[in-house]
C-alpha cells in the first residue's frame, strides 16, 4: 500500500464564495491558510484544512467605502465572528469514488458536509476541485435569514452559500507499508 502526504499551495489555492439575496448576489474570495491532502494506493483517504476567516474579500463591490463596511459586516458576530474565530476547518472523514464525507468548523460550531470532488495528480502534484453548498444558519449566521426573521421582503439574504474550491498541493512524502 503506497501512502502519499500533499500540503496545499496556498499561492495556487483558492476558495471562491457566493452569497445570495433576493436581489442579487455577492462573491469573493477567502483564503486557506494551510492544508493536506491523503492519498492511499492513488486514491483520496483523507485531509485536512484551515481557512483563514480574516481573510474574506468581496469582488463584486468596487466602491471603496462600501466593500469596507461589507467586509466589516462579514467578519462581524452576524456572519463569521473573525475575530474570535480566525479559522475554520474542514476535515474528510470519508471518501466513495468523487463523494466526500467531512466535518466543517466555522465559529467553534461543527456539522457534517457532503459534497463531489474532482481530484487529479500529476507527478508530485495534485489539483482538486469541489463545490459546497453551506446553510450559513446552522453556525449562527441569522442575519436576514427568512427563518428567524418575518416580512424581510427584498432584504433577505438566502441561507445557502458556495463554496467553490480549487486546490493545489505538493507531494511531501511517501511511505511504502507491507
Do not use: C
Amino acid at each position: 500500500m503506497k501512502n502519499q502526504k500533499f500540503e496545499v499551495l496556498n499561492a495556487q489555492s483558492k476558495i471562491h464564495w457566493v452569497g445570495k439575496k433576493v436581489t442579487g448576489a455577492h462573491d469573493g474570495t477567502i483564503d486557506i491558510k494551510e492544508g493536506q491532502l491523503i492519498l492511499n494506493d492513488g486514491q483520496l483517504s483523507g485531509g485536512k484544512f484551515i481557512i483563514d476567516t480574516t481573510s474574506i474579500i468581496i469582488l463584486d463591490v468596487t466602491d471603496p467605502t462600501t466593500n469596507a463596511q461589507f467586509a466589516g459586516h462579514l467578519a462581524s458576530d452576524d456572519f463569521f465572528s473573525s475575530q474570535k474565530f480566525p479559522e475554520a476547518t474542514l476535515e474528510i472523514n470519508s471518501v466513495s469514488g468523487k463523494h466526500i464525507e467531512g466535518n466543517l468548523t466555522i465559529k467553534g460550531i461543527t456539522h457534517a458536509v457532503g459534497f463531489d470532488a474532482e481530484i487529479n495528480t500529476k507527478g508530485d502534484l495534485l489539483t482538486a476541485t469541489g463545490k459546497l453548498i453551506i446553510d450559513r444558519t446552522k453556525y449562527e449566521m441569522k442575519f436576514r435569514s427568512g427563518n428567524f426573521f418575518m416580512d424581510l421582503g427584498d432584504t433577505l439574504i438566502y441561507n445557502d452559500f458556495e463554496l467553490n474550491v480549487s486546490l493545489t498541493a505538493k507531494e511531501v512524502s511517501e511511505t511504502i507499508l507491507a
